[in-house]
């Protein structure tokens, strides 16, 4: 029997030759083996980002759906509004056919002076001038001056008066006429039968030449 000294390097010889022997074949089977599990991890990484990122992107998809569904499309209806203010103040409003949400965006115009031009736009039957917005309650020169250049007027529709038909009463209502201008109209009317111009109302002196040039683009003498 040997040494207990020389078994014990016996021993560690045979371990260190064992664990050599190891080494060696791992060296020779590792890289084949790294190769085949370092494939097969890409691809279960590739599957598995795949299912998240779809997971992700209908998560968002619902949120938004949710979002839009309990805000009623706040952005949407916000960037809609304000594309509308835009082009509102890029193009000329037309008072005679605007409602009071088109007249807001044009300068020191409110919401009680775009009430009053409407109400005063149906007592005319439509404004044939700008400066007319001057006889409206309380709009200042200046404000007229500064929306001048913002708005325009469609003359076709102007509500005519019918000089040979019209109402006493239809001729009152209008804010140019007096009562004494309408009885004289209407008595001059009885009498001719037609009345053919706004000339022969001046030359007869049936209404004066101021109330004359107001009404000019509301009779119609047909």
């Given at each position: 029997m040997l040494p207990r000294g020389e078994q014990r390097a016996l021993i560690i010889l045979s371990l260190l030759l064992i664990l050599s022997l190891i080494f060696r074949i791992t060296v020779h089977l590792l890289p084949e083996r790294e190769a085949q599990g370092l494939e097969e991890f890409e691809q279960e990484t590739s599957l598995l980002m795949a299912a998240l990122a779809e997971a992700d992107s209908l998560n968002m998809i619902r949120q938004d759906t949710?979002?839009?569904?309990?805000?009623?499309?706040?952005?949407?209806?916000?960037?809609?509004?304000?594309?509308?203010?835009?082009?509102?103040?890029?193009?000329?409003v037309d008072?005679?056919?605007?409602?009071?949400?088109?007249?807001?965006?044009?300068?020191?115009?409110?919401?009680?002076?775009?009430?009053?031009?409407?109400?005063?736009?149906?007592?005319?039957?439509?404004?044939?001038?700008v400066d007319q917005l001057g006889e409206v309650y309380g709009i200042p020169a200046e404000t007229i001056e500064k929306i001048r250049g913002k708005v325009h007027i469609d003359s076709s529709a102007v509500r005519k008066i019918h000089a040979d038909s019209a109402s006493f009463r239809e001729l009152l209502r209008h804010p140019y006429l007096e009562y004494e201008d309408v009885k004289s109209l209407v008595e001059y009317r009885d009498f001719k039968g037609h009345i053919s111009s706004v000339h022969e109302l001046r030359i007869n002196h049936i209404l004066s030449d101021s109330t004359l040039r107001k009404l000019d683009g509301y009779f119609d003498y047909r």
């Open positions: 949710l979002k839009n569904k309990a805000t009623g499309y706040p952005e949407r209806t916000y960037l809609s509004r304000q594309r509308n203010i835009r082009s509102q103040k890029a193009q000329p008072i005679n056919r605007a409602d009071s949400a088109d007249l807001l965006p044009l300068p020191g115009i409110g919401p009680v002076y775009a009430g009053r031009i409407i109400k005063y736009r149906k007592l005319l039957g439509g404004f044939v001038s």
